[in-house]
């Protein structure tokens, strides 16, 4: 499943894959594969996404559009 938001998410914030896989610790190949859906997202790498972009699990993984995260 191709993660359309978490593609736009870091497009938005000028971010290179590059530089956010060197923030997950993995290569750019991998995180590549994060964003098209061709290996899963581990939930490790899926907190540490929301809580770099403030956003909600659900968002990174296209369940909502609202990129809030319910309190």
Do not use: C, H, W
Not at 52 to 65: A, H, P, Q
């Amino acid at each position: 499943m191709k993660f359309k938001n978490l593609k736009s998410i870091r497009e938005d914030n000028d971010i290179r894959q590059r530089d956010i896989a060197e923030i997950l610790n993995v290569s750019q190949n991998t995180y590549s594969q994060y964003e098209t859906g061709a290996i899963a997202l581990t939930a490790e790498i899926l907190l540490k996404l929301a809580d770099y972009y403030n956003v909600s699990v659900d968002y990174l993984l296209d369940r909502t559009n609202n990129p809030e995260i319910n309190k």
